[in-house]
């Protein structure tokens, strides 16, 4: 039986599968014992199935649906420069990203409006315009000097140096 399923992956694997059919290669596959002989006995029939383009009696084109061919991109000279620095960069992106982010930015309050939710949206001298997402009570006035500091996970806290207080905060524009 073990030769039996060897000789079936030598032809799947040569590309004379099309002279077997679907339904005796499976049969083949599902006799294997061993788990990971029987997988790539199954992985090796769906990818002779789907690179394979059987006729239909009326001559037209067959499309496997249960196994779609996955078309790759031919290589360019940008995707090959891309791998290149992503080979010299591998291991140190997060040192390298990291210089170039900064975690806090200082900004003067332009004006000071409420949601529906009664959550504020605080437009800054700099044309950004951050809303809360959190729903405590966060005191702020117009032209104090607040800044907005990067946490964890991708957070924003709105604070100030004046009090004790932060809450966590979007941005909006």
Same mark, same amino acid.
């Not at 590309?15 to 049969?27: F, K, L, N, R, T």
């Not at 083949?28 to 002779?48: F, G």
């Given at each position: 039986? %073990?030769?039996?399923?060897?000789?079936?992956?030598? &032809? +799947?694997t040569?590309?004379? &599968?099309?002279?077997?059919?679907?339904?005796?290669a +499976?049969? +083949?596959? !599902?006799?294997?014992?061993?788990a990971?002989? !029987? *997988?790539?006995?199954?992985?090796?029939?769906?990818? /002779?199935?789907a690179?394979? /383009?059987?006729?239909?009696?009326? @001559?037209?084109?067959?499309?496997?649906?249960?196994?779609?061919?996955?078309?790759?991109?031919?290589?360019?000279?940008?995707?090959?420069?891309?791998?290149?620095?992503?080979?010299?960069?591998?291991?140190?992106?997060? %040192?390298?990203s990291?210089?170039?982010?900064?975690?806090?930015?200082?900004m003067?309050? %332009?004006?000071?409006?409420?949601?529906?939710?009664?959550? #504020? +949206?605080? &437009?800054?001298? @700099?044309?950004?315009?951050?809303?809360?997402?959190?729903?405590?009570?966060?005191p702020?006035? *117009?032209?104090?000097?607040?800044?907005?500091? !990067? =946490?964890? #996970? =991708?957070?924003?806290?709105?604070? @100030?140096?004046? @009090?004790?207080?932060?809450? !966590?905060?979007?941005?909006?524009?």
């Amino acid at each position: 039986m %073990k030769q039996l399923a060897a000789l079936f992956l030598l &032809a +799947v694997t040569t590309g004379a &599968a099309a002279a077997v059919p679907i339904e005796q290669a +499976v049969e +083949v596959c !599902r006799a294997e014992a061993n788990a990971l002989r !029987r *997988l790539s006995c199954y992985d090796s029939i769906a990818i /002779s199935s789907a690179y394979s /383009s059987p006729v239909s009696t009326d @001559n037209k084109p067959v499309i496997h649906e249960s196994h779609p061919a996955v078309m790759q991109p031919a290589p360019t000279q940008t995707s090959a420069t891309n791998n290149k620095d992503a080979e010299s960069t591998f291991g140190i992106e997060h %040192k390298k990203s990291s210089e170039q982010i900064t975690d806090k930015i200082s900004m003067t309050v %332009k004006e000071i409006s409420k949601t529906i939710h009664n959550k #504020l +949206v605080v &437009a800054f001298t @700099n044309d950004q315009v951050w809303q809360q997402t959190s729903a405590e009570y966060y005191p702020i006035k *117009l032209g104090e000097q607040h800044y907005i500091q !990067r =946490g964890a #996970l =991708g957070a924003f806290y709105l604070k @100030n140096d004046q @009090n004790n207080r932060s809450t !966590r905060v979007k941005r909006e524009q």
